[in-house]
């Protein structure tokens, strides 16, 4: 059973903070991505990931970034935490699709983060 | 410019029902379109996925249809249950690329 997890479900961190938010695929999925959810406005791709150090900035990258240094992890970090990036965050996986755009993306549960 | 819009924004139904729930989308070139079920709380689930060349397709008690003529697509949920309470997201994906739009999403509520 394909499994996308996420290190914390909930998480709470002041003003300025770093913060670090970590996702596991155990599917061997080229692909990793990672978004923001808010009321009223859908899922916004923050960065996007097609290999292993490799990175291209989604819609909304500002006041992020990312990390990817072994296949099966991508790492979304704030580097000062600031209260508009209170929301909940999600990531996804899928297989490189060559560009047929077949390919399901599968999600890990979320982290709900509060920014104070 | 590349959009999905669903309707409606929230949907009532009691437990038994049937509802439709809409898609409109202006992506070009289109090649698919999915339908994600999301429980609160949780990530997205895909539901179905439906190709240009494909008018209607089920997955149990749901059924999608496709008009890629109107750009359209539907997701009808026969005999509701209770567990049915998600939002459920229209996808698509970006033309020749693994990256995707997602609609604002369908929040349905099914009271017994």
Excluded at chain 1, 23 to 28: G, P
Excluded at chain 1, 31 to 39: L, T
Excluded at chain 1, 44 to 71: A, H, N, T
Excluded at chain 2, 19 to 41: A, E, H, I, M
Aim: proline letters at 4%.
């Amino acid at each position: 059973d394909v499994k996308v997890t996420q290190s914390s479900r909930y998480l709470v961190k002041r003003t300025g903070e770093k913060v670090f938010l970590e996702c596991v695929q155990d599917m061997d999925h080229e692909n990793m991505f990672w978004y923001r959810q808010d009321p009223g406005l859908g899922l916004r791709l923050i960065y996007f990931s097609y290999d292993v150090k490799m990175k291209e900035k989604g819609d909304i990258p500002e006041g992020y970034s990312v990390s990817r240094e072994k296949k099966e992890r991508f790492s979304l970090i704030l580097e000062s935490a600031s209260t508009n990036q209170t929301s909940m965050y999600l990531c996804a996986s899928s297989r490189t699709s060559g560009g047929s755009s077949y390919n399901e993306q599968f999600f890990g549960p979320g982290t709900r983060l509060t920014v104070l | 410019k590349n959009q999905v819009e669903q309707s409606p924004q929230s949907l009532i139904i009691l437990e038994g029902k049937n509802c439709t729930l809409q898609c409109n989308y202006t992506v070009s070139p289109f090649s698919n379109l999915r339908w994600y079920k999301q429980d609160t709380g949780r990530g997205p689930v895909s539901l179905t996925i439906m190709t240009f060349s494909e008018n209607t397709k089920s997955n149990g008690r749901y059924t999608a249809t496709l008009d890629a003529d109107t750009k359209q697509s539907s997701l009808h949920i026969t005999a509701s249950q209770l567990s049915d309470s998600a939002s459920y997201i229209c996808v698509v994906p970006r033309h020749n690329t693994d990256k995707l739009i997602f609609g604002t999403g369908t929040r349905l509520q099914v009271f017994p």
